[in-house]
């Protein structure tokens, strides 16, 4: 079954200490990106990556670091979260048909609290 | 400023009663505009892309139209099972914006 898959699911954490958020893909795509979600607000982008070791900053990335060493994986990594980096996380792939993405599947989110 | 605005943020409709969602967008270099349906608890999933104005894309129920500055997703006699959020994005060259949402009540 073609999918995105997100570890963990829920996470609780507290200030300062570091935390990765898993995220994989089997669809063989090359776009690979991360949203955060908050009432209101809606989806924004964090970062996103055009294919492996190639990674581009989105809308907001302040506080946030990814890696792209494998094409089906993006892990997103807080080095030092705080509470205002508590949200609903998504990762979404796409293809690159023609050189640009198009429509992304996104997996099931990580929803984040920070105390 | 690239931009995305969704309206109305909630509607409530009668099973069967159509109506149109707004997805108004203002971004540089428009590349495309995307549908998604989003369930509670769900990730989003994709519905349509539109890619230059005048273009329509029909599924089921649904309908989505582009202009020069808005999109319109149609919804034709709704089924309570068509009850979801609907997200607008819009892309530019490589990064993706998105509206916050027009969340759909539809009462049998």
């Known amino acids: 079954e073609a999918q995105v898959t997100q570890n963990p699911r829920y996470l609780i954490t507290v200030t300062g200490k570091k935390l990765t958020v898993t995220c994989s893909q089997n669809m063989n795509h090359e776009y690979m990106s991360w949203y955060r979600q908050d009432p209101g607000l809606g989806l924004r982008q964090i970062y996103y990556s055009m294919n492996v070791e190639v990674t581009d900053k989105g809308d907001v990335p302040e506080g946030y670091k990814v890696s792209r060493k494998e094409k089906r994986n993006f892990p997103l990594i807080l080095e030092s979260p705080s509470p205002n980096q508590t949200s609903l996380y998504f990762c979404a792939s796409s293809t690159n048909s023609q050189g640009a993405p198009g429509e992304q599947y996104f997996g099931p989110g990580t929803r984040l609290t920070v105390t | 400023e690239d931009q995305v605005t969704q309206s109305p943020e909630a509607l409530r409709l009668q099973e069967g009663e159509s109506s149109s969602l707004n997805c108004s967008y203002t971004?540089?270099?428009?590349?495309?505009l995307f549908w998604y349906r989003q369930d509670p608890g769900k990730g989003p999933e994709f519905l349509f892309t539109l890619y230059s104005a005048g273009e329509e894309k029909e599924k089921e129920r649904l309908k989505a139209t582009l202009t020069k500055k808005e999109s319109f997703l149609h919804i034709t006699a709704p089924k309570p099972e068509d009850s979801a959020t609907y997200l607008c994005?819009?892309?530019?060259?490589?990064?993706?914006?998105f509206g916050s949402g027009t969340k759909l009540n539809v009462k049998p």
């Open positions: 994005a819009v892309q530019a060259l490589n990064k993706f914006y």
């Open positions: 971004v540089s270099g428009l590349r495309g």
